[in-house]
């Protein structure tokens, strides 16, 4: 069984998962807009990741006899001034959310929940990926320039 106070955090988190597909399928469309098609698929493989996250972490509260909520979802931006600094905001965004899950872990331990810390030890692991690749394509932007914006764009299209 789930302690209320995880169950709680925990579907807080999954609002926060949810959150993050919106915010990379409005990235989609914004880049999709601007012609990155490339960039346009990554985004969509990724908010298509953040919701299979916000459906595991429902999975997990329902199996330990907990109940898993949808909170409202606010509304994600719409508009970057350029590739850049969507990027920079997806690092951004990736760290925030590696600091819920920490939480989340610390919470698990707090509440001497073996099986939990367990669980959230994958979105852990998963968070320093996330926030790996997402660096990696801020400095490639970055060092690279405009110039090779569009080879960026080709590459990371080509995400399955």
């Not at 459906?55 to 994600?76: C, F, L, Q």
């Not at 872990?105 to 979105?123: G, N, S």
């Not at 970055?142 to 764009?153: P, S, V």
Request: aromatic letters at 12%.
């Amino acid at each position: 069984m789930i302690s209320r106070k995880l169950q709680d955090a925990i579907n807080v988190q999954i609002v926060a998962e949810i959150w993050s597909a919106h915010l990379y399928l409005s990235m989609a469309f914004y880049f999709d807009k601007e012609g990155f098609n490339g960039f346009a698929n990554w985004m969509k493989k990724q908010s298509n990741e953040e919701m299979e996250h916000a459906y595991t972490m429902a999975d997990y509260i329902i199996k330990r006899g907990g109940t898993a909520k949808v909170g409202e979802i606010s509304v994600v931006p719409q508009e970057w001034d350029s590739p850049l600094a969507a990027f920079e905001q997806v690092y951004k965004h990736e760290c925030r959310v590696s600091r819920m899950i920490d939480h989340l872990v610390d919470l698990a331990v707090e509440e001497k929940d073996k099986a939990t810390q367990d669980f959230l030890w994958t979105f852990v692991r998963e968070q320093v990926e996330e926030e790996a690749t997402a660096s990696s394509i801020v400095d490639r932007i970055r060092k690279m320039g405009d110039t090779a914006i569009f080879n960026l764009d080709q590459q990371y299209g080509a995400r399955q």
